[in-house]
T-cell receptor
């Protein structure tokens, strides 16, 4: 998956607990994205980053925060997980934003009980 | 909300037949991309077509774009069982990240 590693691959947690998902890339790409995928909704953008410490909100950002302190790492944090955040989370990267193709990680399956 | 909407939602064909999937979108775009997702995996880029292009080919894939109708189609010729996957269109409207549709599930029966 083009030098993208998501961790963990699977996680089960309880409502109200904080959760951090990590995306690590070895491609030195400028743009990084977090999407969530749910049945009937396709992929929806949560947050994205266009450089170190430069981030912006996506369509479904409520309840999520992100940080990018290094080019290679983009962290997604659920401050207090809710059952509605049960989903598959995908990280993606690109060198020139939406003007070219994205490379996706393998995904993190998160279950909030 | 989704910019692109794929049609049909699901498609089942026999091996060797052609598969056609359509994508409609609402606002002007810079480019439109198609991705494939095998079950349990991440999305894989297939093809990108820019707003000033009308048709593009890549192997057994043919993509058309009609900006006047705000629609695109993906044709897979001589389909194989390995083409079984979900297919997504994604649009770039400039200065915003890609927006994905809900996808078409393609089943190719051997």
């Amino acid at each position: 998956d083009a030098g993208i590693t998501q961790s963990p691959r699977h996680k089960v947690t309880e409502t109200g607990t904080p959760v951090t998902l990590r995306c690590h890339q070895t491609e030195n790409h400028r743009y990084m994205y977090w999407y969530r995928q749910d049945p009937g909704h396709g992929l929806r953008l949560i947050h994205y980053s266009y450089g170190v410490k430069d981030t912006d909100k996506g369509e479904v950002s409520d309840g999520y925060s992100v940080s990018r302190s290094k080019t290679e790492d983009f962290l997604l944090t659920l401050e207090s997980a809710t059952s509605s955040q049960t989903s598959v989370y995908f990280c993606a990267i690109s060198d020139r934003g939406a003007n070219e193709k994205l490379f996706f990680g393998s995904g993190t399956q998160l279950s909030v009980l | 909300s989704q910019q692109g909407e794929e049609d049909p939602q699901a498609l089942s064909i026999q091996e060797g037949e052609n598969a056609t999937m359509n994508c409609s979108y609402k606002t002007s775009i810079n480019n439109l991309q198609w991705y494939r997702q095998n079950s349990g995996r991440g999305l894989v880029h297939l093809i990108l077509i820019r707003s000033n292009e009308r048709e593009k080919h890549s192997g057994r894939l043919r993509v058309t774009l009609d900006t006047s109708k705000k629609s695109s189609s993906l044709l897979i010729t001589a389909s194989r069982a390995a083409d079984t996957a979900s297919y997504f269109c994604a649009t770039d409207s400039g200065n915003t990240p890609l927006v994905f549709g809900k996808g078409t599930r393609l089943s190719v029966i051997a």
